[in-house]
DNA sequence: CAAAAGTAATTGATTAATCAATATCTATCT
DNA sequence: AGATAGATATTGATTAATCAATTACTTTTG
């Protein structure tokens, strides 16, 4: 088996850092519990990223990438997309949980340049969705774009928070 | 004028933390920065509340009460209900917009008393605008108070994260 | 003067980030 | 093959700053 450098324990360091920050948040992690699950020492981490910031923004985009990549995956009629991709919103707190708890924490986050980077990944998702609304001619994009995000949204806060009675669309299942 | 004592102070003390909280977020908020807002000493602080966190949720209830309030000063006919509420929600980020930061804020933070916190005040909102629509005979009441409830948040992340393209329905005005 | 209101000074814990050192490879030369 | 050297990977030890919380003291007021 091919031993891991270089670029492959940046690898490492981004998904223990997606896991812990996940689960911790971005205050409560601190960067020993992060070189713990990669498996590494502390100081370690800063000689891939200079600051704990940095790290954390990094491992941000590549949830919004993986987001944004599940989303192009769907493939559907014009008159399914609306209804195909709310499916594919909903399941991806099932595939990538701890993607969507780093966007969820993103939000609350105060740092400007942690900040610039979760609009920057919302922004992204918005311009994609409705793009794709746009294309399959539905009528209203707009509107229904920002109500397809705003539910998504509202998914993920519950999956979140973990209180179901917030989303209560599974209602009838 | 008369000079403020205890219960006095603990309300500065309220208020000082929520504009403090709000501003900068629960971990980048110092003790001694809300008591400086109040004009007391960082000590002074823990005189009213024995710890950081505690004061948090404090204010966070505050912040949910108040919100929760101006739902309940909408007067409405049944048929102009989800108008009105609509209208109303639109308009908390500018009477106000420290409550709603600290709304969005909470979501984020992990630790768990504040979650819990957290969950109980977005479910104490969900109950009443449920409620509600329930009463002024809204059909499927369910469903719409999720919808109402999503466009809320998302309205509100949108204020606070200053994103304004994510709620893009004040388009056309 | 005694209680209440308040503060200055300090502590103890935490933790991002640095530094200096060591271990582990990889390649070259003999 | 074995010695040698340079680079690359990795760590232990430490630092410097921050901050919630405590303690012991002072001021104000009724």
Redesign the pocket.
């Known amino acids: 088996m091919v031993r891991s450098?270089?670029q492959d324990?940046k690898e490492e360091i981004l998904e223990a850092g997606l896991e812990v920050f996940a689960e911790r948040g971005y205050y409560n992690t601190?960067?020993?519990l992060i070189a713990e699950k990669a498996g590494?020492?502390?100081?370690?981490v800063?000689?891939f990223f200079?600051?704990?910031?940095e790290l954390f923004i990094a491992v941000l985009n590549r949830a919004f990438d993986r987001i944004l990549q599940a989303f192009k995956n769907v493939e559907s009629s014009p008159e399914q997309l609306d209804n195909d991709m709310t499916k594919a919103y909903e399941e991806l707190s099932v595939q990538y949980p701890n993607e969507i708890a780093l966007q969820v924490i993103g939000i609350g986050i105060t740092e400007e340049t942690i900040r610039t980077a979760t609009k920057e990944g919302l922004s992204r998702i918005r311009a994609y969705v409705l793009e794709e609304f746009k294309a399959a001619g539905i009528p209203d994009a707009e509107k229904n774009a920002t109500t397809f995000i705003a539910m998504g949204m509202m998914c993920n806060i519950s999956y979140f928070l973990d209180l179901p009675e917030l989303f209560a669309f599974n209602k009838n299942k």
Chains 1, 2 share one sequence.
Do not use: H, M, V, W
Not at 40 to 44: E, F
């Open positions: 450098k270089g324990r601190t960067t020993a590494i020492s502390q100081p370690y800063f000689r200079t600051t704990k910031e």
